[in-house]
């Protein structure tokens, strides 16, 4: 993972929707907010997002259900497969863009220079301290992330096995978005860490150069 440098502007970089991307270039960086106050509190109750976990479960849950039951209200196909379709964009987008980022603090984006290449960011929040990732917030969304995927993979052997080619697309629709928030919200985990785990060697090799010069100091000092 390549940090990028903390004034860069990726607004300017989108290039026309008719570019094609080559290769990938990932990076990892801050987690940034307009709305997030620096100097908020961490107090249990003031910093849960109910309505972000609603809708993080909401439109996943609808759209297994629309594909389950949608045949009960409506015997055109055209109309379940708009429904069910919709239901998976809003899905993907609120993941994507608002409950990752208020639940567990990570986001993942991609964009495309205008030399055809491929941009992924992988964001984690800056201060931890300051908007805490709680317990019961971080295993809803990673539970609903990670189930998910699996039903529609069950979903898509039935349809395989049935032979009902023409749900199989909305499966595997399903499967790409699905998939998609997954995997990227895996790289943004794990390059969170791999970020700890770097910090924390920069602060103990700091130590140690501190401590040995500190003590190389301190004999030239008793031998004069």
């Not at 379940?80 to 986001?107: C, E, P, Y």
């Not at 960011?121 to 189930?147: C, G, M, T």
Request: glycine fraction near 6%; aromatic fraction near 14%; include cysteine.
């Amino acid at each position: 993972y390549i940090e990028r440098p903390h004034g860069e502007d990726t607004a300017n970089a989108n290039p026309p929707e008719s570019s094609i991307g080559i290769t990938d270039d990932e990076s990892t960086v801050p987690l940034r907010s307009e709305t997030e106050n620096t100097n908020s509190s961490n107090n249990d109750t003031g910093n849960r997002h109910p309505v972000a976990g609603f809708f993080h479960v909401f439109f996943r849950c609808g759209a297994i259900a629309a594909y389950l039951f949608c045949g009960w209200f409506s015997k055109s196909f055209i109309a379940n497969f708009i429904i069910i379709i919709l239901l998976l964009a809003f899905d993907f987008w609120t993941v994507k863009n608002v409950s990752g980022r208020l639940l567990v603090g990570l986001r993942w984006w991609n964009y495309i220079d205008n030399n055809g290449k491929s941009h992924w960011i992988y964001e984690s929040r800056k201060n931890q301290d300051e908007k805490p990732v709680y317990p019961s917030e971080s295993r809803l969304f990673w539970l609903a992330l990670i189930v998910t995927p699996v039903v529609w993979v069950v979903f898509f052997i039935v349809a395989l096995i049935t032979f009902k080619f023409k749900w199989l697309l909305i499966v595997i629709v399903a499967l790409s978005l699905n998939f998609a928030n997954l995997i990227g919200y895996i790289k943004c985990k794990k390059g969170a860490n791999s970020k700890l785990t770097r910090m924390a060697g920069d602060f103990l090799t700091k130590q140690i150069i501190s401590r040995a010069t500190k003590g190389t100091s301190t004999q030239v000092l008793e031998n004069v």
